[in-house]
């Protein structure tokens, strides 16, 4: 199991910048991702990292805006949303892959943007 806490969320108007952090501990993994979650829908897949390799890949809703990181020394991936919409308003979670699947989450962070 791996134990993911998040942290940065908050209330931003449209157009500005937010970044979330997710601090992991425990055992190994191969990716950390970010999905978020708004009320009456499915948790979607936001941009994940490969741990080792440092290669991303982003949904299309967010590519070019949004940036995902990681630094291996914190233990530390990081999610840099620049330009921020309305429509990117949702709880974000982190999430850990072992073996093709997510199996660890974190506890969600909110994130609001104003318009």
């Known amino acids: 199991q791996v134990t993911l806490v998040e942290s940065g969320g908050g209330l931003v108007q449209a157009g500005g910048s937010l970044r979330l952090s997710c601090a992991f501990s425990?055992?190994?993994?191969?990716?950390a991702g970010w999905f978020r979650q708004t009320p009456g829908h499915e948790r979607e897949f936001v941009a994940d990292i490969n741990w080792l390799a440092g290669s991303t890949y982003y949904a299309d809703s967010v590519n070019d805006r949004f940036t995902i990181s990681r630094d291996k020394t914190r233990n530390t991936a990081y999610l840099q949303m620049n330009r921020l919409k309305p429509d990117d308003t949702a709880v974000y979670y982190c999430?850990?892959?072992?073996?093709?699947?997510?199996?660890?989450w974190g506890q969600g962070t909110q994130v609001t943007v104003s318009s």
């Open positions: 999430a850990a892959m072992w073996d093709g699947s997510w199996d660890s």
């Open positions: 425990g055992r190994v993994f191969s990716h």
